[in-house]
């Protein structure tokens, strides 16, 4: 038992239980206690000799001011102090400027019916945060909203003659071509021997919803849920509030109005007139210098119309070191040896030996790939439809950008549903909205133009990663049951690195360069049934 487990009376202990996961071990998780008032405990850490515990009785619960005369039950129904856990982080966060008590305590924040473009916004960042968004796969988006209308974001800075008809075209487009899209799924991948009812319908149905995702616009509404420390949503807020779109400054004020509920020491400066204010103005002056700066083409008076294209993503590699092997192995090596880094990489060493050694056990995706691989990086430029750029933006152990979502580039067509005679129909309704887009680009800008284009168009991107990063995204986005689009993205990568690199990525056995399954969710559903069964719930 810790020393000062020993010296806590039987009401501090009482008190405590309620708080603590257990009152006399050194390890415990603290509960039932505010946010704020966990961030503000952790953070005494640093300036104190005292146990947590104990700070927690003295500082926070008010029932320690007088435990003596308090008995257990009243003292463990007594307010926390949440008050004075404001003023410590008002002081530690303004007084000594110590930014990184606000990564103590966090937040779960419901973003509702925001589009895609500022979902994006909101997923762009990556440290200290983690987002969970509604699917394509397997969420329908042609029902209509609370008011009754299809659920695309309109606001004033929209308010144009050609966009809601454009819109509505596309909505218009899913909704009638979804069910022939799901007959034909369905004739061709029929319900297997053994296979469960639900489980191929469940399948076939988000065939179907991936094959005409490319007809949802870049403003169909979406949900999310942000979960994520305060310091991140500080920087996030203050992101959102230099955005060029009219929605994500919006969402700044809103998402900052619920956080100061929950979290108010932590969010209090992400807007205000003294840190907050500026630094928004900053972020956004910079954009626009830097912008009137960037080349850009000459675009057509009559600008040409989109090619479909069946072709896939192009993806580059446009750097990569030269040195790499020498620079992994040298760091694999470095922990294991007294010589300096540099000495290390002038080494003859065996290479081949040493990858094996540091990453030829892995048995599964899971077993990742060691941190020296980090010292290799890649460069890829890749250009891909928006709705493959939205699923691989997702990953944020790696640095990247986008260009602006337009309708230059061309979008791509799913072949089955060219196979089946349905192109005329999803390519009139994205030709009609590239036209919108046209014509909202002259009058609105491209900021707001992106908001008409739907996921079919091309977008070019860059990733900038290192060799670990890319055994994870590639070893994940190119499992079967993965979308065809990213998967494809994903393998590109793989080979553009295999082509320069093959003994770094030889222990990728997790990459699946295979033509995928012809029907994604398949083994995924009867993996499903089986637990179910499991579970005593049966699927069929
Ligand atoms: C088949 C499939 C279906 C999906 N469906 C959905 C969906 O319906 N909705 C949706 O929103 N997303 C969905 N995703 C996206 C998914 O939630 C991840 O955002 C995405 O795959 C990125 O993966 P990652 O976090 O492992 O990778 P990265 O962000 O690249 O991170 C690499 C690794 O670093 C570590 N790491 C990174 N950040 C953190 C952190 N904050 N905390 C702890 N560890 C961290 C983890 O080990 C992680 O695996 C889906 C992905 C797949 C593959």
Redesign the pocket.
Known sequence: MPADAAQLSAVERALLARYCTNVDRRVFALRNLPEVVRGALFSRYSRTEKSLRRVLLDEFLTAGLDLAAADAAEAAASPVDAARAEEFYARVLVGYGDDSVAELAGAHLAVERVSNLAAKALEDARIGL????K?TR?VRFDRPGPDGRMPYHRGPELAHPAYEPALDGLFDAYGSLLPAVLDRVREAHPIEAGETERAWRSATRARALDLLRGLLPAATLTNLGLYGNGRAFEYLLTKLAAADLPECRGLAGEMHAELAQVIPAFVGRALDERYGAPAAAHLARTRRRVAGLAPRRVRAAVPDRPAPSRVGAEVRLVEHDRDAERRVVAAALFPHSDLPLAELAGHEVDVDAVLEAVAGGRANRRHRAPRAFEHAQYTFEITANFGAYRDLQ?????TQERQALGTDLGYDVPPDLAAWGLEPSFGSAVERAAEAHQVLVRDLGWPLAQYAVPLAFRLRWYFRLSLR?LY??CE??TSP??HPDYRHVAQEMFRRVREVHPRLVAHARFVDLGPGEELERRASERRIDRRLAELGEGGR
């Open positions: 983690s987002p969970l968004e699917s397997y997702r990953h944020r152990m790696l990063e994870h995204l994940l986005r049951q993965g």
